[in-house]
């Protein structure tokens, strides 16, 4: 974990955070010691505040950490008041009954996707993706279709932002190859995951767009080659259109708080 030493002690404590939430899992004071820049005595001292005011919660007989209650309470108010979520909720519930396939909703975060709701298929797929997950942008169905439609200098800020780790063989690695990609997107209104970020794992996705054409977020539906091909998937695309136009509608009349009307934020 690299130190935030340039917002303080809040980007610090902010940091470290971040840190506990990527494990997935409980851990000890031990790990977040090994894999962080901080001082012994710092790490723990931002430890016991963050404890103390609820955002990090200590298991005094087991020494490990977890999300705190206070954390939990403030991250639902945001999920309510400041994503898609709440809008796209009982559009999101039918697509689902009617389809039978998994259901993901997200937005672009700092240039990558945050998944803010998913509903699973009537025989659920282990994937990567669920909601409160952060994705890269630039091998998933719905980050493509979120950055075909941003403006170029919220495109060239967020392909800045991007890993090119090649995940399978089928993975974007240059800014040159998702370009080209995005102009067919562009063309189409449908983004497709190739394999681009998890072996057998497929999606087509569609983008939320507001009355001038700017990405609020995206949906798709994701199956595995096991089940699908990429030509079954396009066959999902007209309802998704549809389920996309209808949380369009609902959200011209719901502000989000913070929200770029490019669909990314700090980029």
Not at 57 to 66: A, I, K, R, V
Request: net charge negative; hydrophobic share 40%.
């Amino acid at each position: 974990m690299a130190a935030q030493t340039q917002d303080g002690t809040v980007g610090k404590a902010l940091a470290l955070l971040d840190e506990v939430a990527a494990y997935g899992r409980p851990v000890r004071f031990a790990e977040l010691l090994s894999d962080s820049d901080l001082p012994k005595a710092t790490l723990y001292r931002l430890l016991q505040t963050l404890v103390s005011q609820r955002m990090l919660s200590l298991d005094p007989d087991t020494g490990f950490y977890t999300m705190g209650s206070r954390l939990i309470r403030l991250a639902h108010a945001a999920w309510q008041t400041a994503t898609l979520a709440p809008v796209a909720r009982p559009h999101l519930d039918q697509l689902s009954s009617q389809l039978q396939q998994t259901v993901h909703l997200a937005q672009l975060d700092h240039g990558q996707v945050l998944y803010i709701d998913k509903r699973n298929a009537a025989r659920p797929i282990a994937m990567f993706s669920d909601a409160g997950k952060i994705g890269p942008a630039y091998c998933t169905g719905v980050g493509k279709a979120i950055l075909a439609f941003v403006p170029a200098d919220v495109l060239d800020a967020a392909l800045k932002q991007q890993s090119w780790f090649r995940h399978t063989e089928h993975t974007h690695t240059s800014a040159e190859s998702l370009r080209a990609d995005l102009k067919d997107i562009r063309a189409t209104g449908i983004s497709f995951d190739r394999e681009e970020h998890e072996p057998q794992i497929i999606c087509v996705a569609v983008p939320i767009l507001d009355d001038l054409g700017r990405p609020l977020g995206a949906i798709s539906v994701t199956s595995s080659t096991l089940r699908h091909s990429l030509d079954d998937l396009a066959g999902f695309a007209p309802a998704l259109k549809e389920t996309a136009e209808a949380i369009a509608r609902d959200a011209s009349a719901y502000t989000i708080p913070g929200a770029s009307p490019s669909g990314i934020t700090g980029a």
